[in-house]
């Protein structure tokens, strides 16, 4: 029985077979052997390149039974290109050498041999050449898989419960998760925003992270309970400790069903004002949830999911689908749509030559979809056609300056013209909002008011802007903080600017999620959150404890404080007068 | 050994040793599709080169590589209009010379040449 403890990011406790799953950028450690290990090695090596040649020459005879679309036949061709890597005989050598002359793993042979070789093949000018870097990464994959053993699998196949556990989790791979199956997360890298707590919170499973090095204790198969309470992971636990786990699950439980007794209650302080409480959704079927916890709409659809969870572009069609169902579930009440927001994943860095070296300051999100139109009025297209079935709103993610809205609003518009030209009906005057989660749209809030109908504060994206850190990076994630006094500011000032505007301001990130913020944001003079369907009842309870006289004093002592440190335990005691028995 | 004349006439080959193991057979050739030696030609070239017995080599003023190796064609990056030798040693090595060469020359690996260079 080992115990590891790392950072609670979801609450709950769940008990499960795990499942462990790569992250795309998993560093191998270099591992040495013995000379006795040597032979066991290097057949692992050959062992590897026969499995992965068996199993991509299964896929493409399967490809050959199918129709060939373009997709398939373009599949057809990249699998070609990796099955002839992996029967070249001097890389298969050059990787065994190494195992040989510096005595390492095989796996470590295997990713250092070929991460070179992608390296080498990204520095060459040509892009028809450094595009196979991509390829190698690939390749490298798929043989790590098989180094790995079989449990390290891809989530799509699941038809178990089981716990996740992973180095990180990007988009890409939570795409997948069945919450049928998926019943917690652990993850060595992350923190309290990092994807594996936003994706575990929103499906309402218990996670765990920042846990360094839980992926090399724990074997796929191994028993691992995941107290998303405390923070702690055991793998293969004794008898004893499953009976406690047990009876902490059941206690855990209890208070649950008390805070969903709430779900009847208006969202109103204790002085009368009514906060509207939204929900974050990643996926159609989350949009019940949001209900079922007493949301009063959707304040951010995350369309994402269109794109990651299928080999080939969302068609016009697919997108209305998920739309639309959920929109017409809704009927009046208001589902913002945002348009897609990806970057630094398989979508936008597969038709990159290379991975991008600074993803979050790349082509991204808003930015991608002016430069791919086709892409963008697809999904413009589709959200004008489900407006007519309830109200829908439109959201721009990661706007910088006004001119950048103005160029999507033109490409709204044209869009809109292309409807009319078709005689489809949509509504024409359906609200243009924008997420701020920058500094310079923060700072710039005022002007982008004028053209926009509403805004989103983005708090996920603006505090790592604005201090400058990858939350997702465990070395740095204990810098990240939505307490730290220069996102403080610059939330003020936005909701300033929007105040004087006459316009909406709500906060979608983790930010309005956490019940020692929610108090902070009132006082800021924020009247609209949307947050995880989860966490609905919680907030709510904070919302109806407090009273906005309250929440206006603290936010003025917050505001004159320096210090992160000295913002968070204010924050942390306040919150624990208010609702005491949460902590 | 015979002195081959480099820089002039873009072809030549040359028989040396008569032991049929270390039969070798050389040329000089020109890239001419359109877009170098990149993925597909590359694969045909080493499909056509793992397709007989001798020793293969390509260079260029860089390198040296193994034409039976995808991985070292590659890596040779060989753009249009560059000019590469072709080693073979080994029974079969003026044959594989002579498919190589065609294949790379003649059939521009059955892509189109380019044309008059544009400015990028």
Known sequence: ?583 | MPARHRGEVPEKMTLEENTLDNLVSETEVQIKNTNGLHMRPAMQFVDAANRFACDITVSNDQASVDGKSIMQMTMLAATAGSKLKITARGPDAEQAVNVLRELVEEKNFNEKAPKARKKN
């Open chain 1, 1 to 583: 029985m080992k115990v590891k403890n790392g950072i609670a990011v979801s609450p709950g406790i769940a008990m499960g077979k795990c499942l462990i799953i790569d992250s795309e950028d998993y560093l191998i450690p270099r591992r040495s052997i013995k000379p006795s290990q040597l032979r066991t090695e290097v057949q692992k090596v050959r062992n590897a390149f026969e499995s992965a040649i068996e199993e991509l020459t299964d896929v493409q005879e399967r490809g050959n039974a199918q129709q060939a679309g373009i997709q398939q036949r373009q599949m057809k061709d990249i699998f070609a290109v990796h099955l002839r890597f992996l029967h070249d005989r001097s890389l298969r050598k050059r990787i065994t050498d190494m195992v040989h002359t510096e005595l390492v793993t095989a796996v470590y042979a295997v990713s250092k041999t070929l991460r070179d070789v992608a390296s080498h093949f990204g520095r060459i000018k040509d892009p028809y050449i450094s595009e196979r870097a991509a390829d190698i990464y690939d390749i490298e994959r798929r043989l790590l898989r098989q180094l790995l053993g079989k449990k390290r699998e891809d989530v799509k196949h699941l038809t178990e419960e089981v716990v996740i556990v992973a180095r990180q989790l990007s988009p890409t791979q939570t795409a997948g998760f069945n919450r049928e199956f998926v019943k917690g997360l652990a993850a060595d890298a992350g923190g309290r925003t990092s994807h594996a707590a936003i994706v575990a919170r929103s499906l309402g499973i218990p996670a765990v992270v920042a846990l360094e090095d839980f992926t090399e204790c724990a074997n796929g198969g191994d028993t691992v309970i995941i107290d998303g309470n405390r923070g702690v992971v055991i793998v293969e636990p004794d008898d004893e400790t499953i009976e406690l786990y047990r009876q902490y699950s059941s206690q855990f439980h209890q208070l649950g069903r008390k805070l969903d007794a709430i779900r009847q209650k208006p969202s109103v302080t204790r002085d009368g004002v009514k906060i509207t409480l939204l929900g974050n959704i990643e996926f159609p079927d989350e949009a019940e949830l949001v209900l079922g916890k007493g949301g009063e709409g959707i304040g951010l659809y995350r369309t994402e999911f269109l794109y990651l969870n299928s080999p080939t572009e969302p068609t016009e069609q697919d997108h209305y689908d998920a739309y639309a169902e959920t929109v017409a579930a809704f009927k009046h009440r208001p589902v913002i749509i945002r348009t897609m927001d990806l970057g630094a994943d398989k979508y936008t860095q597969s038709r990159r030559f290379v991975p991008e070296p600074n993803p979050f300051l790349g082509l991204r999100s808003i930015r991608f979809c002016l430069r791919n139109l086709g892409l963008f009025k697809t999904q413009l297209r589709a959200i004008l056609r489900t407006s007519v079935l309830g109200q829908v709103k439109i959201m721009f993610p990661l706007i910088t300056n006004t001119h950048e809205l103005m160029q999507a609003k033109m490409i709204l518009r044209d869009v809109m013209e292309d409807l009319d030209e078709a005689s489809i009906e949509y509504n024409r005057n359906i609200e243009i909002g924008i997420m701020i989660e920058t500094p310079s749209a923060a700072l710039m809030a005022s002007p982008l008011a004028r053209d926009a109908h509403f805004f989103s504060i983005g708090t996920n994206d603006l505090i790592q802007y604005t201090l400058a850190v990858d939350r997702g990076n465990e070395q740095v994630s204990t810098l990240y903080s939505a307490a730290e006094p220069a996102v403080l500011k610059l939330i003020r000032n936005v909701v300033q600017d929007a105040c004087r505007a006459g316009i909406d301001v709500a906060v979608c990130g983790e930010m309005a999620s956490e019940p020692d913020y929610i108090m902070l944001l009132l006082g800021l003079g924020i009247r609209t959150v949307s947050i995880a369907p989860a966490m609905i009842p919680e907030i709510k309870q904070v919302i109806r404890s407090v009273t906005i006289e309250h929440c206006n004093r603290l936010a003025r002592n917050v505001l004159a404080m320096t210090s992160e440190r000295q913002v968070s335990s204010f924050l942390r005691d306040a919150a624990r007068k208010v609702l005491p028995e949460a902590f």
